[in-house]
């Protein structure tokens, strides 16, 4: 397959899906979605392959989605809906963010595990992806949170309080905090950290050592570690979260922070909601 966002090889075991956006820094848009999902489908269905590793080029793993295009396009939503007179359909927004979310939640369904390697940011929607892996390394360098928890968003798969605990939870997403990669390994939202510049040689040294295993072994130990968390109500918490998130962007507070960015650009809006907090791009 012809991908333009990312490509995709497999050696010794291990079905590598590299983001190729990194000019951008990775940012989710419906084209990377739609090429993420066919690659974890394929990777599923290779018969050479027994692990799943994601990683990416450049500074940053995934800094969230494009807020070019996604406020633009709730920008021309807003439009409409006041030319039209009709109200926000909460339901056709559940369908039109399900499919982001139906494409991360197959690095947590694959029948293989998944593993993501994580350099830079990883935040916003590109949480919102990798805590779907069945394993995060991240590098030093690396840092996570969702700032979106601040204005204009929520986790809609719902992964925090599973990985990392209620408190730890409530902790980061009550504020939108950011979270280094350190204090990540140390409160469970991920595995491990290592160095930058060992990130790619660790990573897929990991997956090669999971790959000697039969392919049937890490299919059983997935699902008997997953189906705890989903007795556990992933579903339905999941469910919310994705609802919410169309709230959210659809509270006054929200739709503001969309004009905002139309008036100023989104980059200008982002630093007014983080400045208060001294972190992501506004840090001193």
């Known amino acids: ?92 927004d559940l369908r039109m963010m399900g499919r982001f979310v139906d494409t991360y939640m197959k690095l947590w369904y ?68 950011e979270i280094r990669a350190e204090e990540a390994a140390r409160i469970g939202l991920i595995l491990e950290t290592v160095s930058t510049d060992d990130l790619d040689q660790h990573s897929v040294g990991l997956a090669e050592r999971m790959a000697r295993l039969p392919v049937n072994q890490l299919m059983m130990m997935k699902m008997l570690c997953n189906q705890t968390v989903e007795n556990m109500g992933l579903a339905s918490s999941r469910m919310l979260g994705t609802l919410f998130d169309g709230v959210a962007r659809h509270t006054q507070e929200g739709l503001d922070f969309v004009d905002r960015a139309e008036e100023v650009g989104f980059r200008q809006a982002v630093r007014e909601r983080d400045d208060p907090f001294k972190d992501y791009g506004s840090r001193s």
């Open 1 to 92: 397959m012809a991908f333009h966002c990312l490509r995709t090889e497999t050696r010794n075991g291990v079905y590598i899906i590299t983001l190729t956006r990194a000019k951008e820094y990775n940012t989710i848009t419906p084209e990377l979605r739609d090429e993420l999902s066919q690659s974890i489908d394929a990777a599923d269905e290779d018969r050479d392959a027994r692990v799943i590793l994601v990683r990416a080029e450049g500074p940053a793993f995934c800094a969230g989605y494009g807020l070019d295009w996604s406020t633009s396009a709730q920008s021309s939503e807003t439009q409409n809906s006041q030319h039209s007179q009709r109200a926000w359909d909460s339901v056709a």
């Open 110 to 177: 694959a029948k293989k595990p998944t593993i993501a390697a994580v350099q830079g940011w990883c935040i916003g929607g590109g949480t919102d992806m990798v805590l779907c892996a069945d394993l995060i390394v991240a590098a030093e360098n690396a840092v996570f949170g969702y700032p979106p928890a601040r204005v204009w968003g929520t986790p809609t798969t719902a992964m925090w309080v599973y990985r990392m605990g209620l408190e730890q939870a409530k902790r980061y997403l009550l504020t939108g905090d």
